[in-house]
């Protein structure tokens, strides 16, 4: 098995987290993938993802003092592995699992993601709870100095034989029900320690070794981001997508951030390897969270937004109710020519930024060439290029503008009058 | 109560760590408590301190791996809070705690302290055990981000109520007990958190209250170091001394960095404030680290460490066991002219320092004044000072040299061969 | 000689930076002493001090471009220190420097101080001009990697005996002219260089030889701040008084800030080392800057200025054009109840702060008590202090209010209703 | 002009500086030149760099203080821009400046460069010195706050048109010379300032639009490093190449740690773009530092350094006196197959990298496949890596290593012994 053969173009989603915060259900997991496979998995949309505290009860019943309540009991096996809470996934009682509730993700032609926090359940450590393939309990295989600083449920793996039956195991079991993808979080960066931020290293390369020995094709997702650029070439080693900041939200802002970090890791694209721009919060949001609200993106900073992802190369992870999509949030998603620019294959750059434009340019493999162009500033403006600081030799008949479909003829610059945040991406007619 | 009046003059006493690091019991604390009863009391010392894990099960009984064992059982009362080991501490057995120990020490004329650990035992917060005085359980009182980072036991205190109530009945029980003296470590400088080294702020108030509450004056000691300079009022405000490095043992780039910070805090030494030097590796060490040594420092680096700490005004805590003591070490340690130094009183100062000597000055109340030279450098060579550095309208008719007893007649240059990281201390005759 | 005796207790005076930028004349100075020596000088105010630029020809004349105009000439003598424009300067002229304006200023019974940068004119030792004293030019003693992050004048001088003659040389001249006082700049925190902000150290050595040599008692005033806590021993061995923020102006969040900074520097107050609040904003300022102005400081935030600066022992220099004082300005500045605070003798000490108020108390020598109440919020509220925070054993008969000059009965707290950003200073009465 | 087109493949030359440090003259360039005309042209090397300092007088002589003599006089035409300094370069006389050295290099089927400091002469801006193409002098180009750290030669230059105009006049006069190849210094991390160590982002620039203006294709070098990964970008858009460590000397601790550095940058490689692991120190070094020594690295070392070079894409620089060039030494300069590696279309990778080895690939354009093993631990070892790590689909029918031609016949695994610090690089026959 080779990593880069599990996703050979950026994964496209849907993640319960910007909807339901930590309280997800099955029968609201099984309405998000209806909806997809009705209208959305023909455009390449496939992954159904379960974000955090699944294995949680009461999880968001104390949601004002605590997003994750310390100390509350989780559902464990008896080989210090979580499992659903069966209150929330009933078909997972009597050791299924998330068995039932992949299986029917599968046979909606979709596939099927959980949300795992690094290490080892803090109780299995306390309780000397045993772990599957080793004779030492998880006690053992914890470090009690490896915390996560905002979520109380785990400690860190030691880098240890019994670290790794662990990881081992886990992985196991959860290929065992079906599971394609895994996002694991306090891993991309460990927050809490600002000093030693990948302090995870080795626990990154255990989930890996676990997940090549397990046989099944299991997409390996890490965060919270920045990651480290630094270190790079481990997360393209052992990862197939790691977040490039901080959790992403509807905030203009973050947005403009967003340019900044995809310039950084633009050379790092490739087949089965993917800079993280995080979930795309777009239409209804904040329901687990107790705000629920639409979307505070424009339409102009909704399509800028899907623009840069896929101009880039990213991960495109729905973050909104999939269920609650309007007509113009759905026709954000589905633009077919604007999804084939997420192809690894493709050679992107970034042409230009400052702070009020950015371009961007892609050239397939075939020599079609496209070019992205962003107002970043607050007022209507032209943004433009000069075809010579794209490709030299390069000399369109025509332009076509993939939001619009509209198409202009060639001039010597390809430029428009943009709206603030927004943007114009052209496909280059040979 | 005032808690500036519990420690008049730096305490002087003795530590179980630096030679039985985890291991003490109860017949050899009060074997070295008989010693300084027969050898030391008379001249001040007085403090006999019960260092880290004496609530620990098997403390010690896996030292290759672990100076601490993660997730080891420890003695605990029904309101989650730690009680000594009674397999090494007999006497402490059915809830009698350090009481019977604590009243054999008083009886010998001395006083009694232990060691804790910020926070509150991890397996109390996982457990949800009560707390006296309070309606919530530990798992409240618990912040599961708040961790030491190289001893496992502890969870941090929140901010709250019942944070407040565990910290006071603790305190209470500890009171009880007939404790004078509690060293609390992980929260002088928490750091596991390079970023927020004084995470532990509010504990150190908490646990200043719950003292003033219990009626009892008890010396609170802050460890470990460094203390950070720029929180010293509110040292000075909680407790009664805190360390100015990190672990001091008998190396001589330790002693010689103590000179830098002593400099930094000379001006933070009053009546119940006392920037803390750490103990004194004297004599026999090492034996419960499993490398049981003779002190490597020389005995001219005695000399030197004993002068600074009691010319700077530290508080002096005697690392080395006492039943081994040697004459030699002995006499260091019951120098009655140089413990005067110790007096807060006294107005200290550096007047010199560079890479090859320091200079320090003291003056007492009434106006004797001593002065002490060090050859920091690794050859013999001369110190001296010009009395007009120091007092300028001063002029002694002799000089007494406290370790020799010698004295030598005035000139206006105070002066003298020095041994390689040795030391003179003179005081100036009117 | 000794650099403690030369100014007993804090420094008082006028400098014309506030309010001329870098302007400032021989007949506004020869007013401002006018007017100190007629009104201020009987409360203690002595120095009057001609701060930057003096030596620049066309100072200010660029103002919206530069506030230092780069590479303009300088009036410097044969030896390459720098002498008084002679266009703003008239009396300086013929090599007379400012002698005569010394004479004029010491004449009222004044004292009479200026303002430079450390280092060496950079155009000396572009052109090898020579150093008194010394058979080297200026280009060996000049450091040409030191300079000043905001003034392009002058480079830094290298810890050599050339650099040594060139400082000597030029105490020896403003000594020659009667100078009182000076102002180093760039020295005390050199802040072009964030990660070695002492690396002025060796130039504060040499200025305090230069002055020592010079047999002149001129008072070394360190600027800029933030000055460096962990170098305290060092600024107190060879000055004066140096600046414990970066430039302070009449703007309330760094007037609250202050409270912070006194905190940490009220251990370092003795006689002839004071740790400098910096100028006082009051009355008109800023028209050099081309912004005159009346204070943004309301009469609250004036007297909780007044109170912390005298309380802390803190220098004082009037900022505000004295010529244009109104009465209540003025009797801001000629409290003498509140004046007497500054002497070091005093003990003072932070006895709470918090987000919302501050306390301090000081001691006089006879054991006379004062309290300060400062109200830090943005709404009217009691402050209060419990006498046994205090000084436990004393017992007032009544207070008196050093601002108002009411009194009031006593009673166990001391506290009163305060004005926004306002306080209250009490003496105890026996 | 495109910049990606000035050097298709990593420049490959000669730099005066590991040699000759700061002395170097016309005769020795010329030498040096012929050598390479003569030795290595036919492999592709054809950059003769005249490393800093041609425009000093007296440069070098008074090493022993000072590598670069402050405030000595330089040659400099009446534009404020530099000249060679006719004393060591007599062809430069008459305001010839480079022209008959470049002419000569050029006869030879060679290309000609020189070394430049970032900024304007110091001295121009003190005597304010015109500039060509602006009514402003040199002190309005200068920015007095913006230094070299090491080098005291040079003011940096502001973001203004006078600036510009500067250094369009500069890089005007040096392409009529015939100026081919430019390293300008203190300009790729501006380390004298650690917190904005990219302070001369705007100099790249405007040395890469006068670069552009010129009409010459000059290929910009951007010296020193480390360069900011996170400004990988910007150096791609306006550079050619940029130092990604500070200096390289023939240390092994540096060697190794470019093994470190190669991971960090082994995606920024392409055409045009260069990161760059700095000069060869082959040969005879030091002679101009007063210390002439052959090189300490070891044979192995120096295959180890070479083939790093090449399979990572790194610019090639020998910094060896050619004329004293041994046979070894030529034919470790001289090895086709793997000079070949140095094309950016070639796909390299690191495949692994631990303690004790490394292992790197590259791939052609037309499939062909290599791999480098290193050795990178102190003893004998045998270094292997999967075929199935590399390239899945990939079965060779041998392996020919490319220092030694021999040929091995096929395995699943490439592996062998391999020296310390060596290592082994095998093109792997289809």
Redesign the interface.
Known sequence: M?KNQFAKTPPMGWNSYDYYDTTVNEEQVKANADYMAKNLRRYGWEYIVVDIQWYAHKAGSRRAEHQYI??ETVEMDEYSRLLPDPERFPSSAGGAGFGPLADYVHRLGLKFGIHIMRGIP??A??L?TPILGSDLPA?EA?D??S????N?DMYGVRNTEAGQAYYDSLIQLYASWGVDFIKCDDICNTN????RPFSGKHEIEMLHRAIMKSGREIVLSLSPGPAL??K??HYEKNANMWRITDDFWDNWDLLLNMFERC??W???VSQGCYPDCDMLPLGWLGKGFGQERYSNFTYEECRTMMTLWCIFGSPLMIGGELTKMSEPVLSLLTNPELLKLLDPAYRRR?VLRDRKQAVWSSCSPDGEVYVALFNLGDESGRVEIRLSELE?AYQPTALTELWSRETVTKSSVIGCEIAPHGCAVFRLEK
Chains 1, 2, 3, 4 share one sequence.
């Open positions: 080779d310390p100390f803090r109780i450590a306390h000397h006690s914890a009690p100095s915390i996560c600083g905002w109380p809490v320690y600002p000093t650029i630094d790079a070439w310039e950084l633009q050379n790092h970034q030299p």
